[in-house]
């Protein structure tokens, strides 16, 4: 098959091994982003001679020669990021951002900027400056967002690895719709370099976008400059939780990810423990406050009101109701965040992991991007941000794992997360559930990206 | 309170398809619609004015839909007695709790 069908880890091996030419690799993913870009719109941007330059120059890294999709919230030094936008409410220029740096000095090459939802702003991936984002199983459905193109295209393997970063769920949610490994770091263990909200933010992170876990590995230790060793996963204690973020699920989510976690039970040798987290729908909430007011210092009714014409409606609302939320809010909203945090740092005595589907339902359509749900027709913004929020609100890592497809052959993803800097304990645990499914769902990928029988 | 409200000027200020969803300001619409009569229809145009945003018609049915989906909670948050959670001075966010 074509080198491009490999992993992340495969394609770096063939390469050092030399069994597979770099130069072959990059044209093989250039020719396919053209061939199958046109009806996913995930990469909105390639620059072959720069590719090119970064491959002549690729230091003899872990990832030397392999092609990489970062997503438009990142600047380049030939190309300022649009965070999906016409206008970005900060001031932006091309520049090394550290993603950048950290893929450069890996021997990576970027061969493309990935598509994203508007300004960030949204678990769908639908609205953006450059069109909707559409996802590889169905491309009338949703890919997620805002990390829609980087996870696009990993499913579609136009690439074999993708950067995305997560503020609230922005990695995990486009690799539950797309079906792949979606890593949410530490707060401050990846690289932010460069991002222009990174003197503010206490939320976002950057993170890989891969087939499986250990491709997240690899792209992982590479985000964070550190090695994220394997280790050992026996008698692993999973907490899960009865509540909405659990409950208020379709039936064959919930059936999915019961069944990975009595499967990730079975293969550590471990134990399941029902255990309580209360207000966990406020800290979802707390976390929207925090991330909404961390951009609010540059905004002005001068600019809010010269707005560019060509930002979404949705966008221009959201906005300007930002600046109606009241103080108190904003101030209870970090209150939350003090109780969360200390919520789990005790219930991370009691368990290793806790484990919740990512998202309620899988993608939903593009033109109608709601969800039904036990609980009644939510917005999947509204539906999605139940579970996602709190480890962007307490800091704390979290990992999206695929556990299955549904009816409509569309992903079903699994959520686990740990304490603090527990990052390789979540890559761990992803690899036991894999080992205990068979790789299945790992190795499910859609009809548009079936193996190719060419050379690369 | 001046509340500026904008000529909608379809052609000129009406985002090109690509910028969002089809449909998306029908749905908007939708649900300004059904809150119709809430209190924020007066308070938010009014909220706007008093801090010089100048809001449009599709601006005001956005932001009343956002509002529909965030206030309930927002009260929730408001009414959650947090008195005794001691503060977390200069949180590391990296790190658990001290």
């Known amino acids: 098959v074509s080198a491009l069908d490999l992993g992340l880890r495969a394609q770096a091996a063939a390469i050092a091994a030399g069994d597979v030419d770099a130069a072959e690799l990059l044209e093989a993913s250039l020719a396919r982003i053209e061939q199958r870009n046109p009806t996913l719109n995930a990469v909105v941007e390639t620059f072959p001679e720069r590719s090119g330059e970064m491959l002549e120059s690729a230091p003899d890294g872990p990832l030397r020669g392999v092609p990489i999709v970062i997503k438009d919230e990142w600047p380049l030094p030939w190309r300022a990021q649009r965070f999906g936008a016409a206008e970005l409410m900060a001031p932006t220029a091309p520049g090394e951002s550290g993603p950048y740096r950290a893929l450069r000095d890996a021997g990576a090459v970027i061969v493309g900027v990935g598509n994203m939802h508007e300004l960030g702003a949204g678990s769908t991936g639908n609205v953006s400056v450059y069109g909707p984002c559409h996802n590889p199983w169905d491309t009338e459905r949703c890919p997620g967002g805002s990390s829609s193109g980087p996870a696009a295209s990993a499913a579609a393997r136009l690439v074999a690895g993708a950067v995305g970063a997560d503020g609230v769920g922005s990695v995990r949610f486009p690799a539950a719709y797309c079906g792949l490994t979606g890593l949410k770091p530490t707060f401050g263990r990846s690289t932010m370099e460069g991002h222009h909200a990174a003197p503010v933010t206490t939320t976002i992170v950057s993170g890989p976008l891969c087939a499986d876990a250990g491709d997240c590995r690899l792209l992982g230790s590479v985000l964070f400059g550190e090695e994220l060793a394997a280790g050992d996963t026996t008698g692993l204690r999973i907490g899960i939780v009865r509540d909405a973020v659990s409950e208020d699920v379709t039936p064959e989510v919930r059936e999915a990810c019961g069944t990975a976690i009595e499967a990730l039970r079975a293969e550590t040798g471990g134990e399941v423990r029902e255990v309580s987290l209360p207000d966990l729908e406020l800290s979802a909430l707390a976390t929207i406050l925090i991330v909404n007011g961390e951009v609010l210092g540059v905004t002005t009714a001068e600019r809010l009101n010269h707005l560019h014409p060509e930002l979404s409606p949705i966008a221009r609302g959201t906005l300007k109701y930002r600046v109606l939320t009241p103080a108190a809010a904003v101030a209870k909203a970090g209150q939350v965040r003090t109780l969360m945090r200390r919520r789990l740092a005790a219930l991370f005595d009691e368990v290793d992991v806790l484990a919740w589907p990512t998202v309620p339902a899988p993608a939903p359509p593009l033109t109608e991007p709601l969800v039904e749900l036990p609980s009644g027709t939510l917005t999947a913004d509204q539906a999605n941000v139940r579970g996602a929020g709190l480890a962007n609100l307490t800091g704390t890592p979290a990992i999206s794992v695929p556990v299955g497809l549904g009816e409509e052959r569309l992903p079903i993803a699994l959520q686990l997360q740990a304490a603090w800097g527990r990052d390789e304990l979540l890559l761990d645990a992803a690899e036991a559930l894999e080992r205990a499914n068979g790789r299945r769902w790992v190795e499910s990928r859609p009809p548009l990206a079936e193996a190719e029988p060419t050379e690369a | ?98």
């Open chain 2, 1 to 98: 309170l001046r509340l500026r409200i904008l000529s909608f000027a379809a052609p000129r200020r009406a985002p090109p398809a690509r910028v969002h969803d089809r449909g998306q300001d029908e749905r908007s619409s939708r649900v300004a619609g059904a809150m119709e009569g809430a209190p924020a229809d007066e308070l938010i145009p009014a909220g706007l004015a008093l801090l010089g945003i100048e809001a449009d018609e599709v601006d005001l049915a956005v932001i009343a839909a956002v509002h529909g989906f965030l206030w309930p909670p927002i009260l929730e948050l408001l009414a959650l007695d947090t008195s005794e959670v001691e503060p977390e001075r200069c949180p590391d966010l990296s790190q658990a709790p001290r």
